[in-house]
Every structure is written in structure tokens, then in C-alpha cells.
């Protein structure tokens, strides 16, 4: 009897913790105090976190105790911002970014050309989650320009430090333009182009990365189809810096996004569109987007961000006269990072002798960032570049954050939004943040069939612990395109968790590696055998 009683005792203690999850003390992380803001559903309202296993598990009214306690008492808890537009890859550039609250941080614009190594390169030594598409610039290269030079870059930092310049000095050595860029390959040529892209697939490309815009006189309309057709085999992403950047026909910008677009309706594949707000269309590329999307079920989205200025390389296709004339810009508004303005002998000395210079562009009325933040569908990037010196060479991760010449939108972009959001109320925080955080998962996810994005983006118990910490009142962007400014980091943004380990803490980023991967696995076959590759024949002594 005395046994059955003391059996029954033990049931109903049992019982009674199973009962009470909230009150366990074995959170690893928890967020007291704070107000918690889930896009996906709404939801805001003041309650505990309890983080456990990269998860969060508790989202709670109960008093929550955990290894590690923040007090978020005056702070909105929000999951931690996304963006697929981000061309730095180093660990200074990625530590920057993490005190602006980017937590999963991806290039689909560009991307990588062997993406085995890049993937193996970043494990480990990664604070926030990383993802990567395949570079059909870097295919190019390979093929028009030699392997030798595509091997002295994997990604767009390493682009401009030394593939561009080297493709272009060999092309002017011998008597020729860039294969790169303005080639037009022939079957052949076709053929192993497409095989690199399709190997980069295999290896778990999150897509294909295809700045047309940079490659206008190169890339005709059958090999952009065949980029996105090659892509659609998979069931990924084609990104594109599409092909005009311009305001005057023929070659208005939005004609650009509608030739990427209509391949995409007939593919039934993924589209995302790069930085709409810079093809200077954005008015109507915006809205067809979204009619192409929500009327007509096409998987496509666009993004924006928030600066009035755009950031490139001098050799850049739109700096072409003819391509200023389009834009409606000229020499003066261009500028070096140490804010030196050119002129035409500026711009024909940087253009032929240093083709890779990372320039700034001001090609948009300031008053139109707030317009074109606004637009419903869009989400928020930042078309960060890479943080690097006057050599192009990237900065170690201890460097301090002063004496760097960068856009500014590589270190302020989420923060400087925030702050637009108190102070020239240009849309309700809520929708801010899902701009920046869950819509790109649901677009990736939903879209783009990535499955990583099922448990991204979201405040909710079972989603993982990429969360950002910040105070609404005070969070502001610091970075300016003042020389030595660019890479200064946002404040108001205290902690910041990547896989329920603690980034950020109290403004200070943590040296740790929480990072993961976001790719597709490793397939024994490619799928290039699906699909022909006949192109039109061309001269091959073209200029």
C-alpha cells in the first residue's frame, strides 16, 4: 500500500512538471521583458522567450529562467533580419552586419563559382547563417577569359580585387574586349558555360546569380533563358541585376526586369529581381511584379533598399557614355569612395586602368526612398559590398570599424530603415520588420523551394533562434558616405542571437561561429543533359 502510494506521489510529480515547461530553468538562453513582434501573424505583445537547442520553445507570459538571462524590458524582440543581396563574405564585413541584426545572410545577385570550396571555406568560421548561389559571371570568365583568372576570385569581393582587373588587361594585351563581359559564345563555348553553372547546381547552389546588367553586349536573350531554364531543372532561383538600368527607351529599366520576367511565366520558375528601386522603373516594375505574382501565380519577387545612391565598379556596362545618357547621369555623378566627384579624364583613366574600383552612383532623388520602401511585396536588401582597403583586400575580423571608405548600406541598412520608420513614419514597424525578415522566408521558402525557410523569419515557439533585440526609440544607422564613415555600426540594436547563441552582446559582437549553412544537398548527377544548348553561330573576331 505504502509502495502504490509512493508510486502514485511519483506519477503525479511527474505530472505536475511535465505540466510546467514555462517554469523550467534549463533554457539555455531567455529573453525577459520584451515585446515580442511575429510577422507571420501579427502578434505583438510583451512576453518571455525561452530559448533551447537553437529553438525558441517558450513564448510566454510565466516567469522563465534560463543559463543566460537578457532583459529586453523597453525593446522589441523580433527574428533576426534576412537578405539574399549581401556581396560581402569576410568575417569584418559579417560582423558589421550583425550589429545591424542580419542573421541569415546570403549573395543570390552573384554568388560564388566553385561552390564546393566556398561552402567548405565558410563551415566553421561563420557567425551568421550563410547561403550562396552560382556565379554565371564566374562561368564566363572561366570560358571566354581563361580558368586561370576565374581562379583568382570565388566570390564578388575577391571579383573586383582581382579577376576584373586581370581579365581586362589580358583582353587589352591581346587587342580584344573582355570575354567576360562582351563575348558571345559560341556552342562550344555555350556548352561548358552551362556545365560549370549546372556543377554549381549539383553541389547545392541555392540558384544561379546572373548581373546581366554588367554583361549587356555579352549575354544574349537565348543564354539568359537558358540560365533560367537551367535553374528551373532544379527548382531554384534565378537572380537578376537585370539587363538596363536606363529612363529613355529603347532600353528603359523596366524592359530589363520584363525580359527576366517573361522567361520566368514560361519557365513556371523562380525570379527574384534585384534592387528595383536602382533600375529607376521602379514605379511600374513594382507594381508588374506583383500583379505577375499574386494575379498570376508566377514565382517572382523584387527587392529594394533604402538609399538614394547605388555602389558598383567602374567598368560597370551602365557607366558606359551611352549607358550615363540612359540613365540620365554624367561624370559628376560618380564618385570614388574618398568622395573625389570625376570628370571625363577620371572616367577614362579609372575605366581602363583600374576597372575593378568600387565607385558610388547618385542616380535617384533622395525623396523616393521612403516611396519606394513602401511598396506593398517588395523586401528589403541591402546590396552590401564587400569592406575592403585601397588594395581591395578584405579587413580581419578585429579591425575597428573607423578609417573605413564603403556605400553605407553595407553597415546601416536595417538600422537606418528603423529609424525612418520612427521618424518619418513610412510604413508601421510591423510591416518593417517583415520586409526584412519574414517575407524574404516565405519567399524563399514558398517560392523559391528552399526548405530552410520554414523555421525563419518567425517569433514562434518551434522557428530557430535567429533572433534581433532592439530599442525602437533609439535604434539609428551611424555609417555615412563620408570617407573613413562607411562601415561605422547601427546602435539601439543590443542583442542579436544566431541559433539561440548570443551574438551580439550588449553591442559587442562575440567572437563565436553559430553559423549554418543554407544549402541544397549534393546530387550524384547534374541535370544539364536535360535540356539543348544550340545557339545562334557568331563571328568569333567580334569586338
Known amino acids: 500500500m505504502k509502495k502504490q502510494r509512493h508510486l502514485l506521489i511519483g506519477i503525479l510529480l511527474m505530472s505536475v512538471m511535465g505540466a510546467m515547461p514555462a517554469m523550467a530553468a ?49 525593446h522589441v524582440v523580433a527574428p533576426g533580419f534576412i537578405e539574399g543581396h549581401q556581396h560581402a563574405t569576410d568575417q569584418f564585413s559579417r560582423k558589421v552586419n550583425l550589429r545591424d541584426g542580419l542573421t541569415t545572410q546570403m549573395d543570390f545577385e552573384s554568388g560564388a563559382g566553385d561552390i564546393a570550396k566556398w561552402y567548405a571555406e565558410a563551415e566553421g568560421k561563420t557567425q551568421s547563417n550563410y547561403g550562396m548561389v552560382v556565379l554565371a559571371t564566374l562561368a564566363r570568365v572561366s570560358v571566354l577569359d581563361g580558368p586561370e583568372i576565374a581562379a583568382m576570385g570565388n566570390d564578388m569581393g575577391e571579383l573586383f580585387r582581382g579577376v576584373v582587373g586581370a581579365a581586362a588587361a589580358k583582353a587589352q594585351k591581346e587587342g580584344r574586349k573582355p ?50 531554364e537551367l535553374a528551373a531543372k532544379y527548382g531554384r532561383v534565378t537572380n537578376g541585376h537585370v539587363r538596363f538600368a536606363g529612363v529613355r527607351p529603347p532600353n528603359e529599366g523596366q524592359l530589363g526586369v520584363q525580359e527576366m520576367l517573361a522567361n520566368a511565366m514560361v519557365l ?140 553605407p548600406r553595407s553597415a546601416g541598412t536595417r538600422a537606418k ?49 535567429d533572433i534581433v533585440v532592439f530599442n525602437p526609440d533609439t535604434v539609428t544607422d551611424n555609417s555615412s558616405y563620408e570617407p573613413g564613415k562607411g562601415a561605422l555600426p547601427s546602435t539601439g540594436i543590443p542583442y542579436v542571437l544566431v541559433n539561440g547563441v548570443v551574438v551580439v552582446k550588449d553591442s559587442v559582437v562575440q567572437k563565436v561561429f553559430p553559423g549554418k549553412p543554407i544549402r541544397f544537398p549534393v546530387m550524384e548527377k547534374g541535370r544539364l543533359d536535360q535540356i539543348s544548348i544550340e545557339p545562334r553561330t557568331f563571328d568569333p573576331d567580334q569586338s
Do not use: C
Open 26 to 74: 534549463d533554457y539555455d538562453v531567455v529573453i525577459n521583458n520584451g515585446r515580442v513582434m511575429d510577422p507571420e501573424t501579427n502578434f505583438d505583445g510583451v512576453r518571455n522567450v525561452g530559448i533551447k537547442d537553437g529553438k525558441i520553445v517558450a513564448i510566454t507570459k510565466d516567469a522563465i529562467k534560463g543559463k543566460e538571462t537578457i532583459n529586453a524590458k523597453g
Open 179 to 228: 570575354g567576360w563581359s562582351s563575348t558571345l559564345p559560341n556552342k562550344e563555348q555555350m556548352t561548358r558555360i552551362m556545365s560549370y553553372v549546372d556543377e554549381g547546381l549539383r553541389q547545392g547552389a541555392l540558384g544561379v546569380g546572373v548581373p546581366v546588367g554588367y554583361m549587356t553586349t555579352g549575354v544574349t536573350q537565348y543564354e539568359l533563358y537558358k540560365y533560367q
Open 268 to 407: 513556371d520558375a523562380p525570379f527574384m529581381a534585384s534592387h528595383l528601386n536602382s533600375n529607376m522603373d521602379w514605379e511600374y516594375t513594382i507594381p508588374m511584379i506583383n500583379d505577375a505574382r499574386e494575379k498570376r501565380g508566377a514565382k517572382v519577387w523584387g527587392e529594394v533598399y533604402p538609399y538614394a545612391a547605388g555602389s558598383t565598379i567602374a567598368s560597370a556596362d551602365m557607366l558606359t557614355e551611352a549607358g550615363m545618357a540612359q540613365m540620365g547621369i554624367t561624370y559628376s555623378d560618380v564618385a570614388n569612395l574618398d568622395g573625389t566627384r570625376w570628370d571625363k579624364a577620371m572616367y577614362e583613366d579609372v575605366r581602363k586602368n583600374d576597372p575593378g574600383r568600387a565607385i558610388v552612383i547618385y542616380n535617384n532623388p533622395p525623396e523616393a526612398i521612403a516611396k519606394w520602401l513602401a511598396q506593398p511585396g517588395v523586401v528589403i536588401v541591402s546590396d552590401g559590398m564587400a569592406i575592403q582597403d585601397e588594395k581591395l583586400n578584405y579587413y580581419p575580423w578585429d579591425s575597428p570599424y573607423e578609417g573605413k571608405s564603403v556605400h
Open 417 to 465: 530603415v528603423l529609424r525612418m520608420v520612427r521618424e518619418e513614419k513610412i510604413m508601421p514597424l510591423m510591416e518593417a520588420i517583415s520586409k526584412m525578415s519574414y517575407l524574404h522566408a516565405k519567399y524563399f521558402d514558398e517560392l523559391g523551394g528552399i526548405p530552410h525557410f520554414k523555421t525563419k523569419g518567425r517569433m514562434q515557439e518551434g522557428m530557430d533562434a
